[in-house]
């Protein structure tokens, strides 16, 4: 599949992965399709990125490093927040939004590479 193919695959997979999370943090109740729906798009996500990657064939830039270790908090992260610290689900989107940010920079100036 082509580079164009991946990028549009990866940048519609964070914005519903993101949305799925956005929807389990501000609802009153959990819903389980939701979860399962956001692990789906999180999945997704991380197979387009390393499509990416081997479209890119420079190996593994320091920026991509840094961005997947950024995708496994939120990855791994916000579950766990949604379920066990229902008192901390806001300030986390907070935190998510702060690191989504930072993941663009790295996108857009590659530092490192």
Same mark, same amino acid.
């Given at each position: 599949?082509?580079?164009? +193919?991946?990028?549009?695959?990866? /940048?519609?997979? /964070?914005?519903?992965?993101?949305?799925? +999370?956005?929807? !389990?943090?501000?609802?009153?109740?959990?819903?389980?399709?939701?979860?399962?729906?956001?692990?789906?798009?999180?999945?997704?996500? +991380?197979?387009?990125?390393?499509?990416?990657?081997?479209?890119?064939?420079?190996?593994?830039?320091?920026? /991509?490093?840094?961005?997947?270790?950024?995708?496994?908090?939120?990855?791994?992260?916000?579950?766990?927040?949604?379920?066990?610290?229902?008192? !901390?689900?806001?300030?986390?989107?907070?935190?998510?939004?702060?690191?989504?940010?930072? /993941?663009?920079?790295?996108? !857009?100036?590659?530092?490192?590479?």
């Amino acid at each position: 599949m082509s580079y164009e +193919f991946y990028k549009i695959l990866h /940048v519609l997979m /964070v914005v519903l992965m993101f949305s799925f +999370f956005a929807v !389990q943090i501000f609802s009153k109740n959990t819903d389980k399709k939701m979860g399962m729906y956001s692990g789906i798009a999180s999945l997704v996500l +991380f197979v387009s990125g390393f499509g990416l990657i081997a479209r890119l064939g420079s190996g593994w830039p320091t920026w /991509v490093l840094i961005k997947l270790g950024i995708w496994l908090v939120i990855a791994i992260g916000t579950p766990m927040v949604i379920k066990r610290m229902s008192a !901390q689900k806001r300030p986390w989107f907070g935190l998510m939004s702060i690191l989504l940010i930072v /993941v663009l920079y790295l996108v !857009q100036y590659k530092p490192g590479a």
